[in-house]
């Protein structure tokens, strides 16, 4: 097998005091969407952040395109091709959608082509092109923090559950978006909560629970087993339309 994008291997995370991952063993294959599952409290948010460098890998191994990142910090992490678009999206709202996009941009300037990609997916940012972030919408604010990892070719996108507290209509906007994100072979690491968007665009999938990674496979098999779905989340997917 083709050695895969990023791997976690034994990684435990303390915060202060507290132990929160413990021994996360984690693969995201090259060219795919991994959908990171679990319920609220079981490590998700801590393992993203971990990858980033934003909290230090406390014992384990992270590889990134066979490198070991555990100990490197978050703007080497970012400089090696890894974009992340945290829960409360960080988008700079007294700055307009251009300015906003322009500081994820290495040079200051736009690509033609990648800025057209963006449009592509999020056409509404066009319009609003030169508005204040800050009076967008929650699923403007969305695309916008998505934008900003994608304005420039990245190696992997890590999205923290990007359609919390999203109308349903701008979910499944979003959910087109990453389909499109998907057919041009970016690799993905999505943490998500919403079970439909999980279940339309996983490729693989990994369940935490208590801060460890308690199952792992493809997301066609988790989607299609009740029981499992039940025993590792406490409902079924089926019931998430």
Known sequence: MPEPLLSLEGVHTHIGRYHILHGVDLVVPEGELTVLLGRNGAGKTTTLRTIMGLWRASAGTIRFAGQ??????????ARLGIAYVPEAMGIFTGLTVRENLVLA?????????????????FPVLKTKWHDAAGGLSGGQKQMLAISRAIVEARRLIVVDE??????PAVIEHL????????ESRTTILLVEQNFHMARSLGDGVAVMDDGRVVHAGRMADLAADEALQSRLLGLSLASHQ
């Open 68 to 77: 070991d990142i555990t100990a490197a910090v978050t703007p080497d992490i």
């Open 105 to 121: 941009t290495t040079a200051g300037r736009f690509d033609a082509a990648r800025l057209d990609a963006v449009f592509a997916l």
């Open 162 to 167: 990007p359609t919390k507290g999203l109308a």
């Open 175 to 182: 959910i087109g978006g990453f389909r499109m994100l998907k």
